[in-house]
C-alpha cells in the first residue's frame, strides 16, 4: 500500500454488499479487479467500473481483500492459499477478529503477510462519507499492520490498533448488543406509531441502520463471537430481574439510592 511507480494490484475477493461498498474508496488507489462467484460478476464489475476477475488472477494480485462472510472465510483461504504470490498481503474485513486470525494464519502460507481490518461502518452508515468514521487494525503476521493503519488514515478514517481479543471482547457489546437489540425490535413488529418521543427516534435511528445487514452477519456479530455468549447472558438476566421488579435500580446506575441497588 506504499506509493510505487506503479499503482499496486488489489483483488477485492467477495461482492456484496460491502465488498461493492469499498470498490469506490480503494479504486483511486490500486488497479482493482473484484472476484466472486456469483454468475452476474461482469455485470457488477462493470456497474462499479471495475475488471472481473478469475480466481488465479485474483489471488496473484499484491493486495488481496477478503471480504466474505467469516462462515466463508476457511473455504475461500483453502482456495487463495497455492495460488498467492510470495510477498503479497492478505487482508480481511471480518466483524470478529480472533477466528479469522486464526483461520488466515493456519492456512495461508508463510511467505504472506496477514492484516485483520475491522471498519467500524457499513454502507448504510457510510452512505455520506467515510472521513472521521472509525476503524480497527489487528497484526496477524508479518508486521504490515502499521502500513495498513497509515493507508486507512489516508482514506479519512480514525484508525486504532489493537489486538483480536480486546477487539472481540468490546465488540460484543458495541455491535452485539445493539444489532441483538434491533433485531428484537424488529422482531416485535411494532404497530404503526405516530406520538412518539425523541427517545424512541434514537432508538429506531438504530433499528433502521441495521436493519438491511444480512442474515450471516447477525450471527457472526451476535452467536459468533467468543465473548457474545456472556453478553447475551447479561442481557437475558437484566431483562428477567427488571421486569419482575420494575422498581429494580440499573446495576450500572450510580446515582441510585443505597437501599436500590442490586447486589450484583
Not at 483483488?11 to 488497479?31: E, M, V, Y
Not at 466472486?36 to 493486495?63: I, S
Not at 431483562?239 to 442490586?262: F, I, K, N, Q, Y
Request: with cysteine; proline share 6%; net charge positive.
Amino acid at each position: 500500500m506504499d506509493r510505487t511507480s506503479r499503482k499496486p494490484t488489489l483483488a477485492l475477493i467477495g461482492a456484496g454488499a460491502f465488498g461493492t461498498f469499498c470498490i469506490p474508496h480503494l479504486r483511486p488507489f490500486f488497479d482493482l479487479c473484484l472476484h466472486d462467484a456469483r454468475p452476474d460478476l461482469e455485470l457488477v464489475a462493470a456497474r462499479h467500473g471495475v475488471r472481473a476477475a478469475g480466481l488465479g488472477d485474483a489471488a496473484r494480485a499484491d493486495v488481496v481483500v477478503l471480504a466474505v462472510p467469516l462462515a466463508a472465510l476457511a473455504q475461500v483461504a483453502d482456495a487463495i492459499a497455492p495460488l498467492l504470490r510470495p510477498g503479497a498481503l492478505v487482508v480481511d474485513v471480518c466483524s470478529l477478529k480472533v477466528r479469522p486470525a486464526e483461520i488466515l494464519a493456519e492456512r495461508l502460507p508463510a511467505h504472506v503477510g496477514i492484516v485483520g481490518t475491522h471498519p467500524l461502518f457499513g454502507p448504510q452508515s457510510g452512505r455520506d462519507g467515510i472521513a472521521g468514521l472509525r476503524a480497527v487494525v489487528c497484526r496477524v503476521r508479518g508486521g504490515r499492520d502499521a502500513m495498513v493503519a497509515r493507508f486507512l488514515r489516508r482514506l479519512g478514517l480514525d484508525v486504532q490498533r489493537t489486538d483480536a481479543h480486546r477487539h472481540d471482547r468490546q465488540m460484543a457489546y458495541v455491535q452485539g448488543l445493539t444489532h441483538l437489540l434491533s433485531r428484537v425490535v424488529l422482531d416485535m413488529d411494532l404497530p404503526p406509531l405516530d406520538q412518539t418521543t425523541a427517545t424512541f427516534g434514537h432508538l429506531m435511528r438504530m433499528v433502521e441502520t441495521v436493519r438491511h445487514d444480512s442474515d450471516a452477519l447477525f450471527r457472526t456479530i451476535v452467536m459468533d463471537n467468543p465473548y457474545a455468549a456472556e453478553m447475551r447472558n447479561r442481557l437475558r438476566e437484566s431483562v428477567l430481574r427488571l421486569t419482575e421488579d420494575p422498581c429494580a435500580a440499573p446495576r450500572g446506575d450510580a446515582t441510585a439510592p443505597a437501599g436500590h441497588r442490586s447486589a450484583a
